[in-house]
């Protein structure tokens, strides 16, 4: 079985990232947050949710992890908590688990805080969204749209999805090229 999360850690753990700040957009359950903290130099995740934010800090203390700062607001609102250089960024789109489905992530935030943050990426610098096109088919469609239409020159942007399993979640992966990529 295919486990995105899974795969969208083997993804970010592609380059080397100990020495950057890494972001966690929604850090719903902590997950992803916990993997960027194992391996980067300091993890900045947001939540819109205070239980979303509590959970991450209990599973974050659990595992004595102190390289990371949450913040209780929408991931549209990051540029202020962010330096100018990231290392990488992930985004795990949807609601959270256990959680209610009434609060989630939307199209018109998620596309602006895209255009916030993929500029602070580094040279090789990675992205990761997780797509639930389950969730919300919408926004599925814009982030996709969104990230169809990135300047080649600067991003490679992958789609890596199932293609036996109607409506399973995909990852889109863009990377930011070095100067000497063509
Ligand atoms: C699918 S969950 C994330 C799962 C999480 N990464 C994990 O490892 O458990 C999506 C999360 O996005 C959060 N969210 C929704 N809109 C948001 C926004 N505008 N800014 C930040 N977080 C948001 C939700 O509260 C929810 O916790």
Do not use: W
């Not at 972001?23 to 997950?31: A, E, L, S």
């Not at 004595?64 to 960024?89: C, F, M, T, W």
Request: hydrophobic letters at 40%.
């Amino acid at each position: 079985m295919i486990i995105v999360a899974t795969l969208a850690h083997e993804i970010l753990a592609e380059i080397d990232l100990l020495n950057s700040v890494t972001v966690d957009m929604t850090c719903g359950r902590g997950n992803d947050t916990l993997f960027l903290s194992r391996i980067s130099k300091k993890v900045i995740a947001f939540d819109i949710q205070k239980d979303a934010i509590d959970s991450t800090r209990a599973l974050l203390q659990e595992h004595q992890r102190d390289n990371v700062e949450l913040v209780l607001s929408s991931h549209s609102e990051s540029l202020s908590y962010l330096p100018k250089q990231i290392g990488a960024v992930i985004y795990t789109l949807g609601y959270l688990p256990h959680g209610s489905k009434e609060i989630m992530t939307h199209p018109e935030t998620t596309i602006k805080s895209l255009e916030d943050t993929l500029p602070l990426l580094m040279d090789g610098g990675i992205c990761v969204i997780v797509v639930y096109q389950k969730h919300d088919g919408n926004e599925a469609m814009a982030v996709k749209h969104y990230c169809s239409n990135l300047p080649s020159k600067e991003y490679d942007v992958l789609k890596l999805s199932v293609l036996n399993k109607e409506l399973s979640p995909y990852i889109i992966k863009i990377q930011k090229k070095k100067n000497s990529d063509s």
